[in-house]
């Protein structure tokens, strides 16, 4: 079974900041995705990572994946308000049709 | 976005009866999943579909059953609902394009009491 680890779980930053969440995966895979959920809602997808070296931006997030070390960042640049709420990842097995989700980060940025 | 509907939206019931949760979809999509949503959890796979009558296990399937005799429709169902399946299910789909992006329903509260 795939096992994916977010840190932090939480996370308090202040508007303008920088920050990085962080996706740890455990067995080889090469489709990462990133979902953002607000509070009482749905998932939104976000990014679709699905290669080694993959970078993806929109807005002031981007997205990264390197397979070797089985790691996806997500990198939060001048953090602003509307940016609070919890993020997934979620991986997929190379073969096979299941995904995989982290426990999730919970955003909130501070005014 | 995705055609996907969820119903019940939310959903009272009480231990011991059973209870049917329905996904729809407009988008011709192979893929379907049952998800459930646990604080502390994430999302857990619950069973998923890879066709009309195609079904597997997910993770966490104990308890519940799923059933596909359309490509739109994807149901689950709790025999014989427990408290602990009280939870947020998420339907999600998904294409063979790509990178298999899964795309939510809106989600169906259920609280068994």
């Known amino acids: 079974e795939l096992k994916v680890e977010q840190n932090p779980l939480f996370l308090s930053m202040q508007e303008g900041k920088n920050y990085t969440i962080y996706c740890n995966y455990s067995?080889?895979?090469?489709?990462l995705y990133w979902y953002r959920q607000d509070p009482g809602k749905s998932l939104e997808s976000l990014f679709v990572?699905?290669?080694?070296?993959a970078v993806k931006q929109e807005g002031r997030l981007m997205a990264s994946l390197d397979t070797k070390a089985r790691l996806s960042t997500l990198h939060i640049t001048a953090a602003v308000h509307d940016l609070s709420a919890t993020y997934f990842c979620?991986?997929?097995?190379?073969?096979?049709?299941?995904?995989?989700f982290g426990t999730g980060t919970s955003l909130t940025v501070i005014p | 976005d995705a055609g996907i509907t969820q119903s019940p939206r939310h959903k009272v019931t009480e231990t011991g009866t059973p209870v049917t949760l329905r996904c729809h979809q407009t988008?011709?999509?192979?893929?379907m999943y049952w998800y459930r949503q646990d604080p502390g959890h994430g999302l857990r796979l619950i069973h998923y579909?890879?066709?009309?009558?195609?079904?597997d296990k997910g993770e966490v399937s104990d308890g519940y059953s799923v059933s596909r005799s359309k490509t739109e429709d994807f149901l689950l169902t709790l025999e014989s609902a427990t408290s602990s399946q009280t939870s947020v299910y998420f339907c999600?789909?998904?294409?063979?394009?790509?990178?298999?992006?899964?795309?939510f329903g809106p989600g169906t509260r259920l609280t068994v009491l």
């Open positions: 999600a789909i998904s294409g063979m394009a790509g990178g298999k992006e899964q795309f």
């Open positions: 067995t080889t895979s090469d489709r």
């Open positions: 990572l699905l290669s080694n070296g």
């Open positions: 979620a991986v997929a097995l190379v073969t096979g049709n299941q995904f995989y």
């Open positions: 988008e011709n999509h192979r893929y």
């Open positions: 579909s890879y066709g009309v009558k195609d079904t």
